[in-house]
T-cell receptor, first 115, second 115 residues
């Protein structure tokens, strides 16, 4: 079955450490997105990519980095520069063009906690 | 600037009651898309419906119905005969038209359906 796989489900980070969150999709979607969700809040866009080897900053990109070397994969690195990384991270993918009408498909999320 | 408002932060109903979730989208765009997503306690976002700004025909699908009124920028979602499994956070997420489409997320409405 097609879908998006995020791993790990739970992740603990020490102060000053970089961590990478994985996101893989087999839906043949061109576009992929990373969102951050804090308790009681909506989703805030971190980075997005509409084609391989290209990505754009979202609203809260500081302290994060991404790569898009393959269509299927869009890993997110939370760097030590991100001062408040504890949050729920959601990856999504979607078609571009008119197929966008069918919206995004989301992964099950990664809950990151600083210890 | 575009703005999406979900004025209801939390709603609590008793099973079998009908419940309507409100969403107002303010934009100068004449063409846009409106999405509703459901986020159950597991965290994954589930796509419910997409409507176009040029289609004001209301729609019913099972226990769900949608009422879109472009004149008031409102896109409301009604669950008829609510069930405990409907308990979740519901997000309204409009999107601009054009090539570089992104969803704009409301803060969500938390619905609790009590037995």
């Amino acid at each position: 079955d097609g879908g998006i796989t995020q791993s790990p489900k739970y992740l603990f980070r020490k102060e000053g450490q970089n961590v990478t969150l994985s996101c893989e999709q087999n839906l043949n979607h061109d576009a992929m997105y990373w969102y951050r969700q804090d308790p009681g809040q909506g989703l805030r866009l971190i980075y997005y990519s509409q084609i391989v080897n290209d990505f754009q900053k979202g609203d809260i990109a500081e302290g994060y980095s991404v790569s898009r070397e393959k269509k299927e994969s869009f890993p997110l690195t939370v760097t030590s520069a991100q001062k408040n990384p504890t949050a729920f991270y959601l990856c999504a993918s979607g078609p571009t063009g008119t197929a966008f009408n069918y919206g995004y498909t989301f992964g099950s999320g990664t809950r990151l906690t600083v210890v | 600037a575009q703005k999406v408002t979900q004025a209801q932060t939390e709603i609590s109903v008793v099973e079998k009651e009908d419940v309507t979730l409100d969403c107002v989208y303010e934009t100068r765009d004449t063409t846009y898309y409106l999405f509703w997503y459901k986020q159950p306690p597991s965290g994954e976002l589930v796509f419910l419906i997409r409507r176009n700004s040029f289609d004001e025909q209301n729609e019913i699908s099972g226990r769900y119905s949608w009422n879109f009124q472009k004149s008031t920028s409102s896109f409301n979602f009604t669950i008829t005969a609510s069930q405990v499994v409907d308990s979740a956070v519901y997000f309204c997420a409009p999107s601009n038209a054009g090539n570089n489409r992104k969803l704009i997320w409301g803060l969500g409405t938390s619905l609790a359906v009590n037995p």
